[in-house]
Structure formats: structure tokens, C-alpha cells
């Protein structure tokens, strides 16, 4: 058994942080839609399912590079999503918010089934950007395309951290985060808030899906996985800071890929609820959340 | 409301599927489709109660009602219990995992509710997909009879109908028994304020905790009698799109009203059925339902006929007064 674990344990974590990078970026927009509108938004797994499927489209479809897809993935990502906070989330930001919520639920489904209407039920493949040749490292085989996965949540991650600390709309919403009623009395645009922090969500489902693509396929079964998942990494993090998200959707890819390596990947969804619901139990703001 | 005109209401709403069945007694099919009404109706009162009364939040639809279809499908296939029991026990465990699953949520309010209550019923399908020696996995459970009421020599599907009319009957007077109680008035403290209801000497842990327990039994009981009608129970009988469609149907008839349950249900039951040959479309026509519903009637079609109808009377009196005055 432990000759078996430290054999396997290299690969393990490559996958791990692989498809934990995928869970951290969906925590993250888990975290910008919920700062700036106090949203927990049920769609999320779908907005990175709506950018699947347009990586196919410009990728696959048009045949156009990556340079070009992952861009123009990202811009229609956005419109879409700026078009459905706009006609379905605005009109009802000011009711109790169990309303939003079913309106982001309802909002998930219709876009999964409009990408299936679409494109069928099946999977679209998307190729791997760099090649099927893994590079090895220590025990571990490593896909070109997991570096790009990787390489890619960082780029974004730093992106939006010049966002946050460095553009008036992050601070605005940094400040609408922290203090809803007093960042519109000191003249924050409650009204546009909603709009940024959907539209950066989107943007960042819509980068995620653009480097992913070539792993998961477009799949438009997969958006509720990445809402679960996703969810799971921003609670056990703790949803009221942006690294913690981060933290704890990497934790539940790593959680994903040891229980899967080592017992059986049948059982991975039940491990991953058993850690949340541990984690409520135990420590409600998450391990990185303060005490309130 | 008086205890005559809530004795009324309740005498319709108890004949209304017992008369209702008996006219189209030859027709599986109409029978069929009331059947499904009233498993589907059982399903949204639970929600009713839980979303709209309490105000927590529910997606677990699809996983209590698993757990109620398999609890009585495993009594009654390896054990041979009659339906009854089979029912009965369906409702207690739901009840109690209900509980149980209420426990560690309870300091979660709104949108984490939802989303712990979403993925439970993913583990409940996990469990049943690959559970196989207990379950038979994806290729589900099967093999039982239809039950049907001794001595009775009816159709057998309006035998069922009956039956099942009397769970539903049963579901809607312990609602809204409890809704019109005291019980009821701490639910919708809660609803508004869990700090005024706190403040109120509520105890709203208990009263969250026994809600939950109470619709996710509601429900099972429900699956109960959907494996029975059905004879077949398997993982993909029990996805996120039951709770969805459930959803739909309370938010259409009305959330804060046990009776938009029914109402809800009916709708959505009959005009899903020149959607079946679509099943691609489904899901988007209740997703549709939902956000339309929630812009353009938030409240629900039997809440606002109600609020109409008292604004009505109101204004007639306010005439009938000022006539009397002159």
C-alpha cells in the first residue's frame, strides 16, 4: 500500500492540481458574484459551459488558433452573460433573495439545454492545444495540456488580482463587497455592480473554458459538476476571501484525484459532500474564514 | 376563514381527484395522468412548505423522493411487505435523513441551503448508481406488482388512485393544519426575520430542523407510491430536473400557498404532456416557467386570485358602508 502511494503519489497530485486549478477559478467567480451582489449564483458551472461550447465553436468549428479562440471564447462568454443578468437577474436584484437565486437556477438550465438544443447531447471534442507527448517529471507524466490549464489559472488569478487592487471598478466593488448600503452612499452604482461582477465571473468561465477545453471536451453535462465542485472548494475555503476560494477549490481537486487514485473514483462525489458537510459542521466561515 | 368554509374547502379538494378519476375511470391514460398530479402535488406541497412557508430553501427534492421510492421498493421486493408498510417506512426514513441532513445546515441560510440540499440529492443518485448489491445500480429495481385494494373490484389503476388520494389528502391537512397553527406563525417568523423570530422565544433551529424532516418525509412517502405505480426505480428516475420541474410548479401556482401546490402541480402535470414526446425541450420550458413566472407574477396564480378576490370583498363593503352612511 505505502510503496503503491508514494509510487502513484506524484501523478496523483499533478492531476490534483489540474483539475483543482479548474475548481478554483469556478470558487473564485463563486466569490466575485456573491461580493458584489450577495448572489450565490447557481449558473456558475453553466457560464464555463457556455465557454465550452464557443472554444468548440471558434476552435474546432471556425478552426481558428488559439490565440484567437480563447479571446473571442471569453468576449462571447461575456455577451451572453451580460444579456441574461440584464433581462433575468436586474429585474429581481431587490427582492428577497431567494428570488435570485431560483432566477440563477432556472437561468442554468436554460442555458445547458440551449447548448444541447444546439449542439446535441454529446461531447465535442476539442484537440489538446500542444500535443498528446507527456513531459516527465519525477514519477509523473505531464500533459502539455495540463500546463496550460495550470499556466492559464494563473495568468487569470493575476489578472484579477490587478482588477481588485488596482482599477476603480475593483475597488467599487471591493467596496459594495464589504458594505453594500455604504458604498452606494458614497456614490458606488449599485445598479452596475451586478452587471461587473457577472460580466468578471463570466470572463473567467470564459478564460477557464477556453484552457480546459482540450481535457473535458464541451460537454454540456458538466455544469453542474463545476457548480458542485466549484461550491464545495469556495465553502471549505471560506466565501468571504478571494485567496481562500482559491485555496479551497484546489483542496477539492487534490481531495478528487487522491480518493479517486487510491480507492475508487465511483465514490469521489460522496467524499467531496462528506468534506463540505465537515467543514459546516466544524468550521461554518471555512478554514480560512473569520470567526464573525 | 371560518372552520365551516375550511371544512368546505378541504371536502372539494378531497373529491375533487375521487370524482375526477371516477368519470375517466376507463382511460389509463387520463388516470395515469391524475396519478401524477397527485404524486407530483404531494412532492410540491413538501416544497411548498419547506420554500415558501419557512422560507429554506430545497433542492433535495429528487433525493428524498429516491430514498422514499427505494425504501419501499426494497421492503417490497426482498422482503414482501405489503404497500402500506412499504409507505409508511418510506415516509419515516426520509423523515429522519431529512433530520439528520438538517443538522449540520442549520447555520446556513438561503443560498448555501440550496446548494448543500443540490448536492445531497447528486450523493443520493451517486449512491444508488453504484450501490449496486442493494440498488442494482443503473440498471435499477423492478419486479413488483401494482398494489390494489382487497375487496374492491375497480380498475385497478383507480384503485390505486384512491389510495393514493388518501397519502395526498393526508399530506395537504397536515400542511395545512400546521401552517394555520402556531407552529405555522413561528414558520413564517422565521420566513421573515430569524432574528425577530429569535427574539420572539422561537426556537428556530428546532423549527428549521423539524420543517426539513417534515417536507423530506412528505416527499419519500411520495416516491413510495411513484415506485409502486411504476414498478420501476432506477438512478435516472430521480435527476436535478424533478426538483426543477417541482420548482416550477410551486413558484406557477403560488409558494406561499399550500394550495398553489396542487394547483401548480395540476398545470404543469397537463401541460407536460405534449411536451413528453420533447424531452430535449422539457427542461427549458420549466426553466422558462420559472424566471417568466418570477418577472411578470411573483406571487404565484393562487395568491394573487386570493388577493383579488379580498380586495374585492373589501372594496363592496367599503361601498355597502359608505351607502349606509348617506
Redesign the interface.
Known amino acids: 500500500m505505502f510503496d503503491f502511494l508514494i509510487a502513484t503519489l506524484p501523478q496523483l497530485l499533478v492531476t490534483g492540481v489540474m483539475i483543482g486549478s479548474i475548481y478554483a477559478l469556478v470558487a473564485l467567480c463563486y466569490y466575485v458574484v456573491?461580493a458584489g451582489t450577495g448572489?450565490?449564483n447557481?449558473a456558475q458551472g453553466d457560464f464555463v459551459v457556455i465557454g465550452l461550447a464557443f472554444t468548440w465553436l471558434f476552435h474546432v468549428d471556425l478552426g481558428l488558433p488559439v490565440v484567437l479562440s480563447i479571446p473571442l471564447t471569453i468576449l462571447s462568454t461575456l455577451a451572453c452573460v451580460a444579456v441574461f443578468e440584464r433581462l433575468?437577474i436586474r429585474?429581481?436584484s431587490d427582492?428577497d433573495?431567494?428570488?435570485p437565486?431560483?432566477?440563477t437556477?432556472?437561468?442554468g438550465?436554460?442555458i445547458?439545454?440551449?447548448v444541447?438544443?444546439i449542439w446535441g447531447?454529446r461531447p465535442r471534442l476539442v484537440p489538446h492545444y500542444s500535443g498528446d507527448d507527456p513531459i516527465l517529471l519525477l514519477d509523473a507524466a505531464i500533459l502539455p495540456q495540463t500546463l496550460w490549464i495550470v499556466g492559464g489559472t494563473i495568468v487569470i488569478l493575476g489578472a484579477v488580482y490587478v482588477f481588485f487592487k488596482h482599477t476603480l471598478f475593483g475597488l467599487s466593488m471591493l467596496g459594495a463587497a464589504s458594505d453594500r448600503e455604504g458604498a452606494r452612499v458614497i456614490g458606488v452604482n449599485a445598479g452596475m455592480i451586478g452587471l461587473y461582477s457577472f460580466g468578471l465571473s463570466a470572463m473567467i468561465s470564459g478564460a477557464a473554458a477556453g484552457v480546459i477545453a482540450p481535457v473535458t471536451n464541451a460537454d454540456p453535462q458538466l455544469g453542474?459538476e463545476f457548480?458542485?465542485k466549484g461550491?464545495?472548494g469556495a465553502?471549505i475555503g471560506g466565501i468571504e476571501k478571494p485567496y481562500a476560494v482559491v485555496i479551497g477549490g484546489l483542496m477539492i481537486g487534490l481531495l478528487e484525484a487522491l480518493i479517486g487514485g487510491l480507492f475508487s473514483s465511483?465514490?469521489r462525489?460522496?467524499f467531496?459532500?462528506g468534506a463540505?458537510?465537515l467543514t459546516?459542521?466544524v468550521r461554518?466561515q471555512g478554514l480560512f474564514g473569520e470567526r464573525t | 376563514m371560518s372552520a365551516r368554509s375550511v371544512l368546505l374547502e378541504r371536502g372539494i379538494i378531497l373529491l375533487l381527484p375521487v370524482m375526477l378519476g371516477a368519470l375517466v375511470m376507463n382511460s389509463a391514460y387520463f388516470l395515469t395522468l391524475l396519478t401524477f398530479i397527485l404524486i407530483n402535488g404531494a412532492i410540491a406541497m413538501g416544497t411548498c412548505f419547506c420554500?415558501g412557508r419557512a422560507?429554506q430553501?430545497t433542492?433535495a427534492q429528487s433525493g428524498f423522493v429516491a430514498i422514499g421510492a427505494y425504501v419501499a421498493m426494497l421492503l417490497t421486493l426482498r422482503f414482501g411487505m405489503p404497500a402500506g408498510i412499504g409507505v409508511v417506512s418510506a415516509v419515516i426514513v426520509s423523515g429522519l435523513v431529512g433530520f439528520a441532513l438538517s443538522l449540520?445546515?442549520m447555520?446556513?441560510k438561503?443560498?448555501?441551503l440550496?446548494?448543500?440540499t443540490?448536492?445531497?440529492s447528486?450523493?443520493v443518485a451517486?449512491?444508488a448508481t453504484?450501490w449496486t448489491s442493494v440498488t442494482n445500480g443503473a440498471s435499477g429495481l423492478y419486479g413488483i406488482k401494482m398494489p390494489s385494494i382487497p375487496f374492491l373490484e375497480l380498475n385497478p389503476r383507480y384503485e390505486f388512485l384512491l389510495m393514493l388520494t388518501v397519502y395526498w389528502f393526508a399530506v395537504y391537512v397536515v400542511a395545512d393544519n400546521l401552517i394555520r397553527s402556531r407552529y405555522g406563525r413561528a414558520m413564517q417568523a422565521l420566513k421573515y426575520s430569524e432574528w425577530g423570530a429569535q427574539s420572539s422565544g422561537i426556537d428556530i433551529t428546532r423549527v428549521k430542523t423539524e420543517v426539513f424532516a417534515i417536507s423530506a418525509a412528505m416527499m419519500g412517502g411520495a416516491g413510495a407510491f411513484y415506485a409502486y405505480f411504476i414498478q420501476y426505480i432506477g438512478p435516472e428516475s430521480f435527476t436535478?430536473e424533478l426538483s426543477?420541474t417541482v420548482?416550477?410548479m410551486c413558484?406557477l401556482g403560488g409558494m406561499t400557498d399550500i394550495r398553489g401546490a396542487l394547483v401548480g402541480s395540476a398545470l404543469v402535470s397537463v401541460m407536460n404532456e405534449p411536451l413528453r414526446a420533447y424531452p430535449?425541450?422539457q427542461?427549458?420550458v420549466?426553466?422558462?416557467i420559472?424566471?417568466v413566472m418570477?418577472?411578470f407574477l411573483?406571487k404565484g396564480i393562487v395568491p394573487s386570485l386570493v388577493g383579488t378576490f379580498a380586495n374585492r370583498r373589501k372594496r363592496r363593503r367599503l361601498a355597502g358602508a359608505a351607502t349606509d352612511a348617506t
Open positions: 456573491h448572489v450565490i447557481f433575468a429585474p429581481v427582492r433573495p431567494m428570488i437565486l431560483l432566477v437556477l432556472a437561468g438550465i436554460l445547458r439545454s440551449t444541447q438544443l447531447v453542474l457548480a458542485i461550491f464545495a465553502i465511483e465514490y462525489n460522496l467531496v459532500f463540505l458537510m459546516l459542521i461554518p | 420554500m422560507g430553501i433542492l449540520p445546515i447555520k446556513l438561503g443560498h448555501y440550496g446548494l448543500v443540490l448536492a445531497f447528486l450523493v451517486e449512491v453504484h436535478l426543477i420548482i416550477a413558484i430535449q425541450v427542461p427549458l420549466y426553466a422558462l420559472i424566471i418570477i418577472i411573483p
